[in-house]
């Protein structure tokens, strides 16, 4: 009996740890932020520390892996540690802060003030994207010395802060792609996940994607994954290391839309896997008949928005447009002298010249087919921004006397007319002295007033409007004179500064990286870029290049003194 008791006592056991999994699928909660769940042991912080430690190291702990915030959550007092529910805005701020105890005495002498001095760098938002801004972190936390004579913290703040590092250690930018109707190509929206663990990236990738564009590009793109499409269950990889992703809500969705939804998924995902991707829709495939997709099944979306490499750019110098391959004169009016051109921009086709040409005491736009005359259209001032094409329009845009938007349309017969733009949000944030369109026309970047921001472009019928305006890296990028896009969601901007007179900048200004400034005479005037071409600025001696970051700048093959690159757009 003996025996048989402990026979059925090890198999009742054996059964039981059958049912316990060795490790367990991540499963992606909708809205949750790392350390957001709940359940984890919490391990209590070194003993006896002072208040003032106590609060910086409660910071550092805010991102540690742990669900439900456990290690941030281990320096609150036992009520907090039950009660808190911090909001699911992440404030990042640098990595050097202090803290203080509060100047106002406290009544309790077993209670203590302290203030974290420090500065914003900015937010991550509910949609998971990073909202530049740059401010004094407002940080007061009251600790209390419990019975245990340790200090513990007894009002936590509503929100998480992490330093910067931090952030950057935990949390992965992924460019999800939605897509844009003007000009038929994918715009990437830097978003941010929560790296580890790895295997649930592209889960949480997913839950973004179907959650829509973030504020900064609502309005401008379209995003074929919104209601009613659902993920149907976890996404998860199979044995052979596929990854499926299932869906629903499609019914009734056109061949056509099939295929953007494939595309903006696999773009999406490429920058978290690089396994075959099978897309079902109610348990069939997407796409009859093509059920896996890897990135090279895809067209080429946005191709047609780089310039052909047989057009090799343009230059203005002495009031003449020149070309960048030879240096010899643009034929017609623009390059022999016959308009004294301050600026000027080409089609992405080559076709058309934009040129400000200098008349009288003023300025005015003249558009028209390459080598020929210009018509001079009904659109000056005093001042005109350099010209730029606006990507799948054939519209050119420039700022008046560095205050209003003009937008030249032309119609079948070739008559240009002028059209307004709703700027009215970007011109509050002060005078306009350089606007660029992005190559997927999604969004435009500004110069105002030294400072380098970022709008999206939201047109409604024949009506376009520039909205959310963003101030990128607003401590430490000033003086800025020119910018253009080295790539979708990055930008090239020059400066009056000597120590970074070229730096490249995020599109959402999380991140900002110095060019290597041996070779250059500060300070620089002006810059050009495109996908996969040579950067050229232009400074006190003339024309220089470089490609990526850290590359000692050369002399451009054609340079001249005074001279302005830009590449066609």
């Not at 250059?520 to 600025?537: C, D, E, M, W, Y």
């Amino acid at each position: 009996m003996k025996r048989l008791l402990v026979s059925l006592l090890c198999f009742v056991l054996l059964a039981g740890c059958a049912n316990v999994p060795l490790e367990s699928q991540p499963v992606v909660v909708p809205g949750e932020r790392q350390g957001q769940g709940s359940g984890d042991v919490v391990a209590e912080p070194r003993p006896d520390l002072d208040p003032l430690t106590l609060v910086r190291e409660f910071v550092r702990a805010t991102l540690k892996p742990g669900q439900n915030n456990a290690a941030a959550r281990a320096y609150l007092d036992d009520a907090g540690r039950a009660s808190w529910r911090p909001s699911r805005s992440l404030t990042i701020i640098q990595n050097t802060f202090g803290t203080v105890y509060d100047t106002n005495p406290q009544p309790d002498p077993n209670t203590q003030v302290v203030n974290v001095r420090g500065s914003d760098i900015g937010t991550l938002d509910q949609n998971n994207s990073f909202v530049p801004d740059f401010s004094s972190a407002l940080l007061q936390v009251k600790v209390r010395k419990q019975p245990t004579g340790q200090w513990r913290i007894v009002d936590p703040p509503a929100d998480l802060y992490a330093t910067e590092s931090d952030f950057s250690e935990n949390y992965t930018p992924v460019p999800v792609s939605f897509y844009s109707e003007s000009s038929n190509t994918f715009v990437p929206d830097r978003r941010y996940v929560v790296a580890k663990p790895q295997s649930g990236l592209p889960g949480r990738v997913m839950d973004l994607l179907v959650s829509g564009p973030s504020t900064s590009l609502s309005g401008a793109v379209k995003n074929f994954l919104g209601e009613p499409v659902e993920i149907d269950t976890n996404v998860k990889s199979l044995d052979d290391g596929t990854l499926v992703v299932p869906l629903t809500g499609l019914a009734g969705v056109s061949d056509d839309t099939r295929n953007l939804i494939a595309a903006q998924i696999v773009l999406s995902l490429q920058y978290v896997t690089s396994a075959r991707i099978r897309i079902l829709a109610d348990g069939a495939p997407l796409v009859p008949n093509h059920p896996d997709w890897r990135l090279n099944d895809l067209p080429a979306y946005g191709s047609t928005l780089s310039p052909s490499l047989e057009l090799q750019g343009l230059m203005t110098v002495g009031g003449r447009v020149r070309s960048l391959g030879d240096g010899s004169p643009v034929p017609g009016p623009a390059g022999n002298g016959g308009y004294d051109v301050v600026s000027a921009a080409q089609s992405l086709d080559g076709k058309r010249l934009a040129v400000v040409e200098r008349e009288g005491g003023g300025v005015r736009l003249r558009i028209g087919d390459m080598g020929h005359d210009l018509s001079q259209v009904a659109l000056g001032g005093t001042t005109l921004s350099r010209p730029t094409w606006r990507p799948g329009t054939g519209e050119v845009w420039t700022v008046v006397d560095q205050l209003s938007v003009g937008r030249m349309v032309v119609n079948q017969n070739g008559v240009w007319t002028a059209l307004g733009v709703n700027a009215t949000d970007l011109n509050q944030q002060g005078e306009i002295s350089e606007l660029r369109f992005s190559r997927d026309g999604a969004r435009v970047a500004a110069v105002i007033k030294g400072e380098l921001w970022v709008a999206s472009v939201v047109g409604v019928g024949d009506s376009v409007s520039l909205r959310e305006p963003r101030h990128l890296q607003p401590h430490d990028l000033e003086d800025v004179v020119d910018v253009d896009w080295v790539a979708q969601d990055n930008l090239v901007a020059v400066t009056k500064s000597t120590s970074q007179p070229v730096v490249r900048v995020t599109v959402d200004g999380q991140r900002m990286d110095a060019f290597n400034s041996s070779n250059l005479t500060p300070p620089v005037h002006g810059v050009t870029a495109a996908p996969g071409r040579q950067i050229v600025v232009a400074d006190m001696s003339g024309l220089w290049t470089a490609s990526v970051l850290g590359e000692v700048w050369r002399p451009q093959a054609h340079t001249m003194k005074d001279a302005d690159p830009f590449y066609p757009g």
